[in-house]
């Protein structure tokens, strides 16, 4: 008996071992906690994973840039970025001209609609993109797609980076910034409401956002980015703030296409079940774009073929 109670015992071990071993960890590349891709990476995070198979885990980072670049190395397994950056990146083109193409991203699926912000005092005498000269602007940290953004309309509306006083911080601290007076403007790129920008506009500071359209905009799409597109942040998505034409990108979720085609497969079905559908309208005003037939629209890079085998079996992808 004594035998086989030791038996039974390594037995345990060996199974336990053997669970361990077939866990496998997912981590997902978002943004800072101020934005929307933390946000919604945890959420994301939360309904793919599956006990004793995937554990996914939403980890903050510099943004599109760094996570592209995370994603490559294999320093993180797939990471939120935008669709321009994405494409660029994968092609060796845009932004990352001269630069090895990171040929290995692969797509698991486009999310929702990134707005592109540009965040005044309600009291500033700032009422289009050009008056931003020599004015003390946030630009978002390097490795940011904001600042690869805000670079672009600036050069839209005749300005360089060298005409402002440019800071690289994140939202939050742009936010704080721009309500203590020491700084006129930030960008931010990302899906609304942006809590920095929300949590700005509920303390009482009164904020505008500034339109991004015209021939600018036009401008704007036909040469630095096919990916954007037009779109109207809507009344009231920041208390006291009006409806406003502006920009927007898609948000999409990719990876690396040496991870497992079962595991990208596993993950992007359970993205897409009834109950994981539920969290993500409850859990997020962006949750609501998160759905099978977006899942494959603004597609600018190859999809990963567990991602394809299972947008084939449900008929959104031929």
């Known amino acids: 008996m004594r035998h086989k109670s030791i038996l039974f015992a390594l037995l345990a071990v060996v199974l336990t071992i053997n669970n361990v071993n077939a866990q496998q960890y997912f981590r997902i590349g978002t943004g800072g906690t101020s934005g929307t891709y933390y946000p919604i990476g945890v959420l994301v995070a939360q309904v793919v994973s599956q006990p004793n198979k995937i554990i996914a885990s939403a980890q903050t980072s510099n943004g599109s840039l760094g996570n592209v670049i995370g994603i490559a190395s294999g320093?993180?397994?797939?990471?939120?970025?935008?669709?321009?950056?994405?494409?660029?990146?994968?092609?060796?083109?845009?932004?990352?001209?001269?630069?090895?193409?990171?040929?290995?991203?692969?797509?698991i699926a486009n999310l929702y609609p990134e707005s592109l912000h540009m965040v005044v005092r309600q009291d500033s005498a700032i009422q289009s993109v050009a008056d931003l000269k020599g004015k003390r602007i946030a630009l978002d940290e390097v490795g940011s797609g904001t600042l690869v953004n805000a670079r672009q309309v600036l050069a839209a509306y005749g300005l360089e980076v060298t005409d402002v006083k440019a800071e690289y911080i994140k939202?939050?601290?742009?936010?704080?910034?721009?309500?203590?007076?020491?700084?006129?403007?930030?960008?931010f790129t990302g899906g609304t409401p942006a809590m920095a920008i929300s949590e700005l506009a509920d303390s009482g500071v009164g904020i505008r956002l500034l339109p991004i359209d015209g021939a600018a905009a036009v401008r704007l799409r036909a040469t630095s980015s096919p990916f954007l597109f037009n779109d109207v942040i809507p009344a009231n998505t920041y208390k006291g703030v009006g409806a406003v034409q502006t920009l927007a990108v898609g948000a999409q979720w990719v990876t690396n296409e040496k991870i497992s085609a079962d595991t990208v497969y596993q993950i992007t079905k359970a993205l897409f079940t009834e109950s994981s559908q539920k969290v993500l309208r409850s859990g997020h005003p962006k949750g609501l774009f998160i759905t099978k037939e977006n899942a494959v629209k603004g597609v600018g890079i190859p999809f990963h073929p567990g991602a394809m085998r299972f947008y084939k079996e449900i008929g959104v992808l031929k």
């Open 75 to 107: 320093s993180i397994e797939s990471g939120f970025v935008q669709a321009d950056v994405a494409s660029w990146a994968q092609k060796g083109t845009g932004i990352f001209e001269g630069r090895p193409a990171l040929g290995e991203l692969r797509l």
């Open 171 to 187: 939202p939050k601290q742009a936010s704080d910034k721009l309500k203590a007076g020491t700084l006129d403007a930030f960008f």
